[in-house]
């Protein structure tokens, strides 16, 4: 899935640290700063509702590989813009953590009927990819030291930070309109793992 925005710097920085004599030399030389920031958009989100378009299935059970999946209907009133809830995401997971969703349900209603028999339904009038899911900002971070014993080895030793500032990145929402309220609209995976240490050591020779 293509996100719309997506920025990545790849820096890395040695430490200007002077140029010592002796025990302090080494202990201060060969220090390295690499890091990885990631900014970017959430990806695209199409909104489906399996009881739609069933005049176009032929029997076919809704939902299925040969029914398909039917795009959700808008309410009068609501536009793409409008669809979604306002505020911090952490205010829009849904469930029982917080007051809404990411999506607002109030904006789609039932798939619009067709047909004397009142029974079946059109596909609805939203598009596919309409609604974006949570960014994502993350920061990677590496600290490296490098130490040259001898002419021919050399030693090494790395600290890595993985989302270092421990920030949540949330997954995308429930996105089947028919599916209940503990399910359509709200967030419940995250893309990137909490903060992530390791450390490493490396002899060279």
Sequence with gaps: MVRPQRFVVNYTYDLPL?????????????????????????????????AGGTVYTGGAQAGSGEGGNS????????????MQTSGGIESRLGGSGSAHGYINPAAFCAPPVVGSDGLATAYGNTGLGVLL?????????????????TERQTLQFRAEFFNIANHPQFGNPG??????????????????????????????F
């Design 18 to 50: 002077g140029n010592h004599m002796g025990a302090l030399g080494k202990l201060t030389s060969g220090w390295q700063v690499a890091g990885v920031t990631v900014i970017q958009d959430g990806t695209p989100l199409t909104i489906t509702n399996t």
């Design 71 to 82: 795009p959700a209907q808008l309410c009068p009133g609501f536009t793409y813009s409008t």
């Design 133 to 149: 899911g949570p960014g994502q900002v993350n920061f990677d971070l590496s600290a490296i030291k490098t130490t040259r014993i």
């Design 175 to 204: 996105t089947a309109q028919n599916a209940g309220p503990n399910s359509f609209g709200v967030i419940s995976t995250t893309s990137t793992n909490p903060r992530l240490v390791q450390f490493a050591l490396k002899y060279l």
